[in-house]
């Protein structure tokens, strides 16, 4: 798997969140939505999510190992990262 092309969104807020991203795989799928958010080690990437009937909040997509969500958030922050400059 490669991530072959990465979008970021800046947004304007008082909250955490700092971007919002899109990410294309293999040049044939892309996932959106993603959320670049300040935490308090730095920045992180939470996937794409959706409240549940009972109020909790579930990831729709998701990397299944840390190798891969590594990846995701090195890529995607690294963007984030370029585009400050």
């Known amino acids: 798997m490669r991530i ?34 300040e935490g308090k080690e730095g920045l992180f990437v939470a996937m794409p999510s959706r409240q549940a009937s009972n109020g909790v909040f579930r990831d729709i997509a998701h990397p299944i190992d840390k190798e891969t969500r590594k990846l995701f958030e090195e890529v995607v922050i690294a963007k984030f990262n370029e585009e400050e400059c």
């Open 4 to 37: 072959t092309d990465v979008k970021i969104k800046k947004v304007q807020s008082e909250n955490r969140l700092r971007a919002i991203a899109s990410v294309t795989i293999d040049d044939c799928f892309v996932i959106h939505e993603l959320r670049i958010i």
